[in-house]
């Protein structure tokens, strides 16, 4: 075996190996799609923002009382965990779709022990974030929902990242990092929401999407 045989060799038992220990079927389109349904959500509860602060003649969402607890905010705020859950419905359809369209381009299993590891790590940090957040929607802490959202969902892309792309490990500290700053601008959770959930997505997908997934171009 000359040199290059040897390299070519070691490479295919690195990628054995990574397959072996990492979720490798991740797409990239996965990440534009739950951009995509990001931005699509936030543009639905900006029209609903908007429409009730102007029926009712309130700064809601746009200065320090979104956080005080008010009666006549429930109905909006019902609105917008509607919107919210339609656009995690969006995210995971689109996302798992991608990635069982990509797994069996490669032949690889949708499901294995990998997969079980990454859905684990996803899933503590998510639900313990989902709870909280649900508290404080209950004790009327509406300002804080936004940062606690990217928060919690940076953190759960961190905490999974071990057992799949190591790119999501970026994207997981850019979520969280907004998310905190989000605290200090109260007023403008939405659009800490847009950035977060919908460009950072987008972005990360079209990177991954360019280095994992696409073509190769032809000699």
Not at 151 to 157: E, I, M, P, W
Not at 158 to 184: D, H, Q, W
């Amino acid at each position: 075996m000359n040199e290059q045989q040897h390299l070519d060799t070691l490479k295919d038992i690195k990628r054995i190996m990574e397959r072996s220990t990492r979720f490798m079927s991740l797409s990239g389109l996965g990440g534009v799609g739950a951009g995509l349904s990001g931005l699509i959500g936030a543009w639905f509860a900006y029209g609903i923002l908007d429409e009730y602060r102007a029926g009712n003649g309130t700064q809601i969402a746009y200065d320090a009382d979104i956080y005080s607890p008010a009666p006549e905010h429930n109905t909006v705020i019902l609105k917008l965990m509607l919107v919210a859950a339609a656009v995690l419905a969006g995210a995971l359809t689109t996302g798992s779709y991608f990635t069982w369209r990509k797994a069996r381009q490669q032949g690889l299993p949708i499901w294995d022990a990998t997969a079980r590891k990454v859905v684990i790590n996803l899933a503590v940090p998510l639900v313990a974030g989902g709870l909280f957040i649900l508290g404080m929607i209950y004790n009327g802490f509406y300002g804080f929902v936004a940062p606690a959202c990217l928060v919690f969902y940076g953190l759960a892309l961190i905490n999974a990242s071990k057992f799949t792309m190591p790119e999501l490990r970026y994207v997981g500290f850019t979520e969280c990092l907004l998310g905190v700053i989000a605290t200090f601008w109260l007023g403008y959770g939405l659009f800490f929401w847009a950035l977060g959930f919908g460009l950072v997505h987008i972005l990360y997908g079209v990177i991954m999407w360019w280095k994992y997934e696409r073509a190769p171009q032809a000699a």
